[in-house]
């Protein structure tokens, strides 16, 4: 059975090699080109109420990770909290992604976080069903923002009140 937990330093290379996989692949990510390992210290090494660094952990494989972390830096969103799950693609379809949301969203309503967000990049049905799957409503979609694989790409922002 897989475990949902917070991160550990040993986990960040496993979970920054799912997240690199997207950029050479994928669109849930704008980043062009993997960050370093180091770009995920800052996820893990926070200590804001409502930031949290999970991981999925099949007997020592991480097979995903999700976040939350501070949407935008003006101390009037401190009760915000922006999301995002990753899965490997050998995870997905397994119902992961919602064990993951629903682990993170537990912990940020005990932080007392008011509203999450998330930003989802279009086309992406599985990102969208899980999403209103764990309660999040489509309050709004911004179109060709993106440029990605050579065509613009539109998101939507889905937002849950805890």
Known sequence: MTDVRPATDADVPAAAAIYDEQ???GISTFDLEPPPVS???HHLGSTEPGDHFLVADDGGDI???AYSSTYRPRPGYRFTRE???YLADRARGQGLGR???DDLLDRCRADGIH???ALVALPNPASVALHEACGFEHVGTLREVGRKFDRWLDTAWYQKAL
């Open 39 to 41: 770009y995920w210290a």
């Open 63 to 65: 097979t995903g990770f």
């Open 83 to 85: 999301t995002s799950v």
């Open 115 to 117: 509203v999450v967000l």
């Open 99 to 101: 064990r993951m949301y």
């Open 23 to 25: 950029v050479r692949s």
